[in-house]
C-alpha cells in the first residue's frame, strides 16, 4: 500500500525558511512523479515544485522559482522541499504527492496525481 507522509511544516516570518520532508513507503521499484503541491483557504490545489525520480529532473511553479528547491534521496524513499526567502503568500496546506512517470512530471496538475500525503501546514507571519 502506498503511504506518503509529510513533515516539517510550521510557523515563520517572511524572509525565513522552512525545509518539508515527505517519506514514502509501498512504491514498486521503478521511476515516478514526486511533486509538492499547497492548497490556501478558499483556493485551488495548486503545483509548487516536481521532480522525476529516475532522472532527477526538476519542475518548478513560477511563483516559486529561485526560491524554493525541490530533491530526493532514493535510498531513503524520501522527497524534501527547501523553502527560502519565505513569504506570507505562500502559507496553505502542503502536501507530498506521486504517481507513475508517465503522467509527466512537469505537468503540475493535482488531477494527475493518485497518491497524497496527510499535508503539513505552513504559516508564513510576522
Known amino acids: 500500500q502506498v503511504q506518503l507522509v509529510e513533515s516539517g511544516g510550521g510557523s515563520v516570518q517572511p524572509g525565513g525558511s522552512l525545509r518539508l520532508s515527505c517519506a514514502a513507503a509501498?512504491?514498486?521499484?521503478?521511476?515516478?512523479?514526486m511533486a509538492w503541491f499547497r492548497q490556501a483557504p478558499g483556493k485551488e490545489r495548486e503545483g509548487v515544485a516536481g521532480?522525476?525520480?529516475?532522472?532527477?529532473?526538476?519542475y518548478y511553479a513560477a511563483s516559486v522559482k529561485g526560491r524554493f528547491t525541490i530533491s530526493q534521496d532514493n535510498a531513503k524513499n524520501m522527497l524534501f522541499l527547501q523553502m527560502n526567502s519565505l513569504k506570507p503568500e505562500d502559507t496553505a496546506m502542503y502536501f507530498c504527492?506521486?504517481?507513475?512517470?508517465?503522467?509527466?512530471?512537469?505537468?503540475?496538475?493535482?488531477?494527475?496525481?493518485?497518491?497524497w500525503g496527510q499535508g503539513t501546514q505552513i504559516t508564513v507571519s510576522s
Open positions: 504527492a506521486a504517481d507513475s512517470w508517465w503522467i509527466g512530471c512537469g505537468n503540475l496538475k493535482a488531477g494527475n496525481y493518485r497518491y
Open positions: 509501498g512504491f514498486a521499484t521503478g521511476s515516478y512523479c
Open positions: 521532480i522525476h525520480t529516475g532522472n532527477g529532473n526538476t
